[in-house]
């Protein structure tokens, strides 16, 4: 199984550098990750990103399509039992600036999130199955910046709105709002594997 790695990374750089994105006149896409979670105080116990993503580019480049998706599983010690965790991320990245190696992006996006736990029940000895929703609103303006011709990376700032609605009975759905700033290192990077020249 080592052995194959290597061979799949050159493959994979071989095809991720056959079709310049910035070239074409027609749909690309290329897969990516993009961190989505902003801090602000409601979302304190949120747990999971949708890091594993797509960006698919329509027509001419100038409007696309982000998916991301995040899944974790734990086990609970309390209930002995597995809990799921589970994240969805849709954005609309539209094409307001482009050079030759640089996009600017404005993306409005929403994301999803539902993470479950266990809390001790209301008798003693048993436990109870909550599920926490997070939904998160943003605007954002992104630069993406091409290493090479379909590798970029990204960076970007704009506001957010975070919605908690807590598992646990009695507890209140609160609302926060903030302003972020994401780097290079926490935004993400795509690679893109398909378009035309």
Known sequence: MKSLLPV??????FVAGSTPVLAAESAAGGLGFRANAIHTPNASELRLDAPVGVRWWL???????????????????????????????????IALKS?????VIARPGINYTSQEDF??????????KITDKFT?????????????????????EGIGWVSYDPGESGEKTTTDFTTFGRNFTSVGFHVYLWGAK
């Open 8 to 13: 799949a990374v050159v493959t994979a750089l």
């Open 59 to 93: 027509g001419p480049q100038k409007v696309g399509v982000d998916l991301g998706v995040g899944y974790a599983s734990h086990h609970d010690d309390l209930a002995d039992k597995n809990t799921s965790d589970w994240s969805l991320d849709v954005g609309i990245p």
């Open 99 to 103: 050079w030759e190696r640089v996009r």
């Open 119 to 128: 809390v001790p029940g209301s008798t003693a000895g048993t436990t109870e």
């Open 136 to 156: 998160t609103v943003t605007g954002e303006v992104e630069a993406e910046v091409f290493l090479l011709e379909n590798v970029s990376l990204s960076a970007s």
